[in-house]
C-alpha cells in the first residue's frame, strides 16, 4: 500500500559550513545516525536521520556544522500543533502506540520557577557557608517517633531504643534508578564513581548490579521492580539500599519493557534472561494487588537481608499520592520515593509521558501534609525526583517537605547527553543510552566520573550559599519549611495545596 | 534585639517583682517600648492546686461568656477576676485582663496520664484558634505571666508587679519585627507550667510549626517564640526528656562534633538528632525556659546572640547584660558566659 | 590637669560622651568613671590622648571608632569593645564578650581573662597600622575568622588550651594568630595553616607577652618560652577563590 500521508518536514537541518570544514571527518566518525558522509572531499549530510545530539558540533575543530530546529514548520495551529499532527500521522500509518524518549514535553507551567527562596536581612544574620558549619548531612529511613532513655547512677544517659538503619547522606542529591540495559556500563560507572566521591548514593534501575560496579556496591541502591530482573539474594545483600518500584513518573501505572536487540551477553547475565529476549516489566508487580501485599513484600526483603537494609518504595506521583504514601508508611518501608510527572526515560508512551501524572512539587507538598497530619513523618523519609534540573528546584522541594532528591536526566547531562529524546533507538552517540560498545567506549568512567563529582559539589555548594542567606546552617531546619518559600503568580488553590504564601505576604 | 532575663532562688526563698523591674529596664537599649512582660512562679500560693488562666479579653461582654462556658464544660473554676491594673498615659487597657483559678475535671480525659494537663492544653489550644477577642497567655499553676505593649516599666507599673512574689522570675524587653504593639506578641510565652523568654529570630520556625503542629499543638500569636514554649512541653513533658537533653535536641552539636565522640554518647546524640531534626531551632538565639522547679538557658549553637549566667549563693541569674544582672543583685559572686548550645541549669532544691 | 572624675550612676550614655568629649576638649589628660553599669558606646569615635579609667561593668561597643584614646576597664567587658577601633588601646581587669576587637583596624586590646565567641573577627592591617588583640586565657569558637591583618595572641594561662573550637581562622588572608600551647589541628578552619615562629615573630611576640604581663602585674617569665607558641598564618591571600566559576 503506497502511504497518501507522502513525507514530512525534516525536524532538522544539517548543514556544513564548506569554507570553514577541513575534512576532518570527525563528524563522519561521530554521528551515530549516519547523518554525514564524504564524498570527492565534500561532507554531504542527510538531514532527515538527524536527532539533533549535537555530537558532530561537539566534536567539529572549526565549528563549521550548523543544526537548526525545524527548518520548515507546518502552517501554525494553537490546537493543531506539530506534535498532534505528526502523532496521527505516524497512528494513521501504523495504528500502534506512539513512544517517545526523555521526560514529559507539554508546556505545562513550572511550579518550581514560580516559588521564590528567602534570605535574611537585618532581623537574623544571614551565614556564610565558608567559615561557618553549614551541614547538608541527611540520614533516610525511618526515624523514632520518640525516644526510651534510662539514667545510669553516674548521671549519664543510655540510650535504650534502637534505631532502624539509615542511609547517610552528606549532601541531600542522590541519582535516580537507571537500568544497566537502558545506559551502559560506562554510564553507570560514572555516576558510580561520582557519588561515591560525593557521599551519596544511586539507584541500579532494574538491570542487576554487573560485576564491575561491586566496587562501588555501598553505595548503591538496588531495586526490585516488577520484572524481578536481576534480583538474586546475592544482589539484595550488596545494595546499601533496596527499592520496590512500584511506578514510574514518566509512565504511571504501565510497565516496562527493554527491547531484545539490546539484550546482549552482559546484560543477559546481570538481568537473568536469554540473549536477544525482551525484558518485559509487568505494569503491577504480580504479588502486589493491594497495599498489605506491599508491606509483605517490604518484610519479605528484610527478612531477607536481616533487617539490615532500608528498604524504600517508589510510586509515580498521581492524584491520591498522600493517602498511598501514608500507607506506605505504615509497611514498615523506610522511605517513600515520590516521582513527578516530569521524570525521564528511555522511552515512554507519548501519551503517558504527556499527560498522566502530577507535578512532583504538589505530590511532596501534599505527602508531607498528610504524613504530618497523620502523626508519621518520622515513619519515612521522603526522596522526590522527577524534574529536578538545579540546586535551587533542591532548596524548594525539601522546603516543600521532601529530604531529598533523585536526579535522572540531570546526571546524564553532566555525561554529555544533550536530551535529544532518542534514548529508545540504543544509537547514543554520548555513550549513554546505548550497549554498542564502540559508543559505550566514549565514555571514559574516571572522566565521566569527575564531571558527575562535580556537578553534585557544584550543586552543594549552591545550596549551601542558598541555606546560608536564609539564615540556615543545618539541612533539617530547611525541611518542610515552606515559611520560606513564597509563591509568584500561582493560584490560590495551588498555594493552599503547597501551603505557602503569596509574594509579598 | 530584645533583652532577656531570668532568676531562680533554689531554696524557693521568694523575691518580688521590685528588682527585676530594675534590671529589666536596664536593657531599654535592647528594646522599643513595644512589648515587656514578666513572669512568676509561685505568685499564686493561695491556689496552688488550680491552674491559673490568664486571658486578654478584648471585650468581656460578648467573649467571656464563651470562655466561661468553655471552663465549666470542662471542670470548675474556684475563683475569676480581673487582673488589677493602673492606666497609664502611655499604657491603657487596651484588653481586659482576667485570671481564672480553674481545677479541670480529669475523668473527661481517661485515657491520658496527665490528663489535667491535656485539657487546659486543649481548653488554651481551643480558645486561642476559635474564640475570637480571647487569647489565653498564661495557664500554669501557681504562676502568672504579665505582660503589655510598653515600656518594662510601663508594663510593671501597669500591673504593679511589685505586689507579686515569686521564687522564680523570667521578664522579656522586646524589639518586635514581626508584630508590634500586639499585647498577645509580647514575651514571656507560656503553656501550662511552661514559660520562654527569646532573644532573637528563629530561621527554622516554618519546620518547627510544622512538626509541633503535627502534635496537636495551635500556633495562634505569629511569633517564633511561642513554638519554643510548645516544643519544651513536647519533648519533657510528653517525651519525658530530661532537660538537659531537650535542650540537646533543639540545639544539637554539629555532625562533625557527633561523629567524634565516643561509641555511646554518639549513639545517644545521633539518636536525638535523627529523632528530632525537625525539633531543631535554626537561626541566632538565646531562650531562658523555666518551670515550677527549674530554670534553662541556652543560646544557638553558633552562638550568635549573648548569654550571660551569675550566682549569688541559692539564686541564679541568666540574661543578655552582665549588668541588667549586677543592676538586680550587686552582690553576685561568680560570672560566666556559657558554650554555644550548652545550658545553663537551675533547680530548685528545696 | 588633675584626673577629672565622673559618677556614672544611672547617667544615660550619650551625656556621659558628652561630658568626656568635653573634657578631652578642654585638655582632660585623666578621666574616672565610677559606677559604670551597662553603659554602651563609652568613648564612642572619641580621638585624641586621654587615659580613661572605668570602674564597673560597662555595655557593649566600648570605645567602637576610638582614634587614639586609652581605656582601662576594671570589670568584665561586654558585647564587641573595640569594634572597628581605630587607634589607642583597651586593657579588660576581666574577661569580655563575643566578638572582641570586631573589624578592628588599628590599636591594642589586651583581656586579662576570656573572651567569647568570634573574637578579632575581621581584624584588618593597612600599612602602618596594625592591630594587637591580646587575651590572657582563652577564646571560643570561630576566632579570627576572615582575618585580613593584625595579631591575635593567646597566652592560655588558665592552663587549658588556647583555643579548642571549631573554625579558628576560617577565611583567613592576611595576619596572625599566635597561641600559646599549639592546637589541635582538627579545629583549623578553611584557609588556615600552622607555622613556626621566625626569630622576627618571635621578638614582636615577646614584646606583646612582657606588654601584658606590665599591664597585668604578672611575671611574664612563664610566658617567654618561645617553643610553645605556634603561629596560625593565612594559607593563601584569596582563600575562597576556587569556589566559583564563570558563566
Keep these: 500500500m503506497t502511504p497518501s500521508i507522502g513525507s514530512l518536514p525534516p525536524k532538522y537541518r544539517v548543514t556544513v559550513d564548506h569554507d570553514r570544514c577541513m575534512l576532518c571527518g570527525r563528524c563522519v566518525e561521530n554521528c551515530a545516525y549516519g547523518a554525514f558522509r564524504m564524498e570527492n572531499d565534500r561532507i554531504l549530510t542527510n538531514s532527515r536521520v538527524c536527532t539533533a545530539c549535537h555530537r558532530c558540533v561537539a566534536f567539529c575543530p572549526r565549528d563549521a556544522i550548523d543544526v537548526s530546529e525545524r527548518p520548515l514548520d507546518y502552517r501554525s495551529h494553537p490546537v493543531w500543533t506539530r506534535g498532534v499532527r505528526e502523532a496521527i500521522y505516524n497512528q494513521a500509518r501504523t495504528g500502534k502506540i506512539v513512544l517517545s524518549g526523555m521526560g514529559n514535553a507539554l508546556d505545562y507551567p513550572m511550579i518550581f520557577d514560580r516559588l521564590v527562596l528567602d534570605a535574611c536581612q537585618v532581623t537574623n544574620p544571614s551565614i556564610d557557608p565558608l567559615r561557618e558549619p553549614m551541614e547538608l548531612r541527611t540520614y533516610l529511613g525511618k526515624k523514632p517517633q520518640r525516644l526510651d532513655l534510662k539514667r545510669r547512677e553516674d548521671g549519664e544517659v543510655d540510650l535504650l531504643t534502637e534505631l532502624a538503619p539509615n542511609l547517610c547522606l552528606e549532601t541531600p542529591i542522590m541519582i535516580g534508578h537507571m537500568s544497566y540495559g537502558a545506559i551502559s556500563l560506562n554510564a553507570q560507572l560514572s555516576m558510580a564513581r561520582g557519588v561515591t566521591e560525593a557521599g551519596t548514593f544511586m539507584g541500579t534501575g532494574e538491570g542487576g548490579l554487573p560485576e564491575p560496579l561491586h566496587p562501588y556496591q555501598g553505595h548503591m541502591i538496588v531495586q526490585v521492580a516488577s520484572g524481578r530482573f536481576g534480583v538474586d539474594i546475592d544482589y539484595l545483600e550488596r545494595g546499601a539500599a533496596i527499592e520496590i518500584k512500584i511506578g514510574q513518573g514518566a509512565k504511571p501505572g504501565i510497565g516496562g519493557h527493554l527491547p531484545g536487540e539490546k539484550v546482549n551477553g552482559a546484560i543477559s547475565k546481570t538481568r537473568m534472561i536469554p540473549i536477544g529476549s525482551d525484558a518485559i516489566s509487568p505494569a503491577p508487580h504480580h504479588d502486589i494487588y493491594s497495599i498489605e501485599d506491599l508491606a509483605q513484600l517490604v518484610r519479605s526483603l528484610k527478612e531477607a537481608t536481616e533487617w539490615k537494609k532500608p528498604v524504600f518504595v517508589k510510586i509515580a506521583a498521581v492524584h491520591n499520592v498522600a493517602a498511598i504514601a501514608a500507607g506506605i508508611a505504615r509497611s514498615s518501608a523506610d522511605a517513600v520515593v515520590i516521582d513527578g510527572f516530569r521524570g525521564g526515560t528511555g522511552a515512554a508512551p507519548r501519551v503517558f509521558r504527556d499527560h498522566v501524572g502530577i507535578p512532583v512539587e504538589a505530590a511532596v507538598a501534599a505527602v508531607d501534609a498528610k504524613l504530618r497530619n497523620q502523626g508519621i513523618r518520622n515513619e519515612v523519609s521522603v526522596i522526590a525526583s522527577g524534574g529536578i534540573r538545579e540546586s535551587t528546584d533542591v532548596a524548594k522541594i525539601i522546603a516543600l517537605g521532601a529530604d531529598a532528591v533523585y536526579i535522572g536526566t540531570g546526571a546524564l547531562v553532566a555525561l554529555g547527553c544533550r536530551v535529544c529524546g532518542n534514548c529508545y533507538r540504543g544509537l547514543c552517540p554520548w555513550g549513554i543510552a546505548t550497549q554498542r560498545q564502540d559508543l559505550v567506549d566514549r565514555i571514559d568512567p574516571e572522566v565521566g566520573g569527575r564531571q558527575v563529582a562535580n556537578l553534585i559539589h557544584g550543586w552543594t555548594l549552591e545550596l549551601m550559599d542558598l541555606m546560608g542567606a536564609a539564615g540556615i546552617n543545618s539541612i533539617e531546619s530547611l525541611r518542610g519549611n515552606r515559611d520560606r518559600l513564597r509563591g509568584y503568580m500561582i493560584d490560590q488553590a495551588l498555594m493552599d495545596v503547597l501551603d505557602v504564601k503569596s509574594v509579598g505576604a | ?350 | ?247
Design chain 3, 1 to 247: 590637669m588633675e584626673e577629672l572624675v565622673i559618677d556614672a550612676a544611672g547617667v544615660h550614655y550619650t551625656p556621659l560622651n558628652r561630658e568626656i568629649r568635653a573634657a578631652v576638649a578642654a585638655g582632660v589628660k585623666r578621666i574616672r568613671l565610677e559606677n559604670v553599669l551597662g553603659q554602651r558606646f563609652i568613648a564612642n569615635g572619641v580621638r585624641g590622648d586621654v587615659a580613661i579609667e572605668v570602674h564597673g561593668v560597662p555595655g557593649g561597643d566600648l570605645g567602637m571608632f576610638m582614634s587614639g584614646p586609652r581605656i582601662e576597664v576594671f570589670g568584665n567587658a561586654e558585647h564587641a569593645p573595640g569594634n572597628t577601633m581605630d587607634a589607642g588601646e583597651i586593657v579588660v581587669h576581666g574577661s569580655a564578650g563575643d566578638a572582641v576587637g570586631h573589624s578592628m583596624r588599628g590599636g591594642r586590646i589586651f583581656v586579662e581573662g576570656a573572651i567569647g565567641y568570634r573574637g578579632g573577627i575581621h581584624m584588618k592591617q593597612y600599612e602602618g597600622k596594625r592591630p594587637v588583640l591580646v587575651i590572657g586565657e582563652y577564646a571560643r569558637a570561630f576566632l579570627g575568622e576572615y582575618m585580613a591583618g593584625g595579631t591575635v595572641l593567646i597566652l592560655a594561662r588558665h592552663g587549658g588550651p588556647a583555643v579548642a573550637e571549631r573554625g579558628l581562622g576560617s577565611g583567613i588572608h592576611g595576619g596572625e594568630i599566635v597561641l600559646r600551647g599549639g592546637v589541635d589541628p582538627v579545629y583549623l578552619g578553611a584557609g588556615a595553616s600552622e607555622v613556626a615562629l621566625t626569630d622576627e615573630d618571635w621578638e614582636r611576640v615577646l614584646h606583646l607577652v612582657r606588654e601584658y604581663a606590665r599591664h597585668f602585674g604578672v611575671d611574664p617569665a612563664p610566658f617567654e618560652r618561645r617553643d610553645e607558641y605556634i603561629r596560625i598564618v593565612p594559607a593563601s591571600a584569596r582563600p575562597f577563590a576556587s569556589k566559583y566559576a564563570w558563566e
Design chain 2, 1 to 350: 534585639m530584645c533583652g532577656i532575663i531570668g532568676v531562680i532562688d533554689r531554696g524557693r526563698e521568694t523575691m518580688d517583682g521590685t528588682a527585676i523591674r530594675r534590671a529589666l529596664s536596664m536593657m531599654n537599649e535592647r528594646g522599643s517600648g513595644e512589648g515587656a512582660g514578666y513572669v512568676a512562679y509561685g505568685c499564686y500560693p493561695e491556689f496552688k492546686d488550680y491552674f491559673a488562666l490568664h486571658v486578654f479579653f478584648d471585650n468581656i461582654h460578648e467573649t467571656k461568656p464563651r470562655v466561661d462556658e468553655l471552663l465549666h464544660e470542662w471542670g470548675r473554676v474556684v475563683h475569676d477576676e480581673e487582673i488589677p491594673t493602673w492606666d497609664l498615659p502611655r499604657l491603657r487597657k487596651v484588653h481586659t485582663p482576667w485570671r481564672y483559678f480553674f481545677k479541670p475535671d480529669t475523668r473527661l480525659m481517661p485515657r491520658s496520664i496527665t490528663p489535667a494537663e491535656e485539657i487546659v492544653t486543649e481548653i488554651v489550644m481551643r480558645i486561642n484558634t476559635s474564640v475570637e477577642g480571647a487569647l489565653v497567655f498564661s495557664s500554669g499553676r501557681n504562676l502568672g505571666v504579665f505582660k503589655a505593649a510598653g515600656w518594662p516599666e510601663e508594663v510593671a507599673d501597669f500591673y504593679r508587679i511589685e505586689d507579686y512574689e515569686g521564687h522564680c522570675w523570667l521578664a522579656h524587653n522586646r524589639y518586635p519585627t514581626n508584630t508590634p504593639g500586639w499585647w498577645g506578641g509580647a514575651h514571656p510565652f507560656n503553656l501550662l507550667d511552661w514559660s520562654v523568654v527569646h532573644n532573637g529570630e528563629i530561621t527554622s520556625y516554618g519546620t518547627n510549626r510544622r512538626y509541633i503542629e503535627s502534635f496537636g499543638y495551635r500556633c495562634t500569636m505569629f511569633t517564633d517564640t511561642e513554638v519554643v514554649a510548645y516544643l519544651v512541653d513536647l519533648l519533657v513533658r510528653r517525651h519525658a526528656l530530661p532537660e538537659e537533653l531537650a535542650v540537646t535536641a533543639l540545639a544539637p552539636p554539629f555532625w562533625d562534633e557527633i561523629d567524634a565522640m565516643a561509641d555511646g554518647r554518639r549513639r545517644l546524640h545521633q539518636a536525638l538528632r535523627l529523632t528530632y531534626g525537625s525539633a531543631m531551632m535554626n537561626g541566632p538565639f538565646a531562650i531562658v525556659v523555666a518551670n515550677q522547679d527549674s530554670m534553662v538557658a541556652f543560646t544557638d549553637r553558633s552562638k550568635l546572640r549573648p548569654l550571660v549566667g551569675a550566682e549569688n549563693g541559692d539564686r541564679l541569674y541568666v540574661s543578655s547584660e552582665e549588668a541588667a544582672i549586677r543592676a538586680m543583685d550587686p552582690g553576685i559572686t561568680r560570672v560566666f558566659m556559657p558554650r554555644a548550645g550548652e545550658p545553663i541549669i537551675g533547680r530548685v532544691v528545696a
